[in-house]
């Protein structure tokens, strides 16, 4: 198999979720540091745009968005397996809620409790990526903001009520890492995520469990090594058009393709595969060749350029 390479940086909370799952799993990998924020052109090279973080790259296939990387370390190293008793739909259906519902607030608290501190680099990139923000009124939401976060802690708890050692068994799972990564990110940047937490014994205990499972064997790499690679590689073929799709796209057909949340970059490339969950789009690039970007299909829109 080609080598894992994770384009990502150590304070993402997002990127944290693909390292558990590396670790979970544990698997080697190549990391490769991007910005902290933009511009990103070694990172834009591969995507077409996509600014997000982390993405995953495999040879020429590059693969956002952190739903469709457990898909696709599943399908390529299926044990240990990333769905313990068989909760697939449920694991994956629970990444919008840890993604929106649980992360907002500490992203929220984040922002409104250190946002004097903060560089002016990061604040200004910040505003302009986190469009569910109001940056002028975050001070007066932190009350709110802290209320949030502290019942969504409180559903995990309650999860773990019973004493099992994971949220959906004795197994570690896609589902525990969902619920981690929010609280990784308090943690290491809300001031008062200690009081927030104080309460719940039990998630304290299974944040341990999650963190002795690591990150795998991480070695660096540059992005101009990255680059090469997809430069010398050839992207895994396309899967064709579902039938049923409703959009009435064909292979071959101009496309755009842009999350529907925030950070909606429009990634423009040659439609190969649009399925039921994923679209993939070939493009060029004169820093790393011909690559096949891979999104999943919830969360993004797809519609024929123009």
Known sequence: MAELILHHFDLSPFAEKARLMLGLKGLAWRSVEIPLVMPKPDLTALTGGYRKTPVLQVGADVYCDTKLIAVELERRCPTPTLFPGGHRGLALALSAWSDRAFFDPGAGLSMG????????????DRKAFFNFMDFDVLEAEIPHLTTQLRAQADLVEQQLADGRAFLLGDAPG????????????????????????????RLAHWESRMRALGHGTRREMTAAEAHAIARASEPEP????????ALGLAVGDAVVVTPDDYGKVPVHGELLTLQLHEVAVRRTDPKCGTVVVHFPRIGYRVERAA
């Open 113 to 124: 409790l250190n946002k004097r501190g903060l560089p002016d680099a990061i604040l200004k």
């Open 174 to 201: 896609l589902a525990d890492v969902n619920a981690y990564f929010p609280v990784w990110m308090a943690r290491g940047n809300v001031p008062t995520a200690g009081e927030i937490f104080a309460p719940y014994a």
């Open 238 to 245: 396309g899967q064709g058009v579902d039938p049923a799709d």
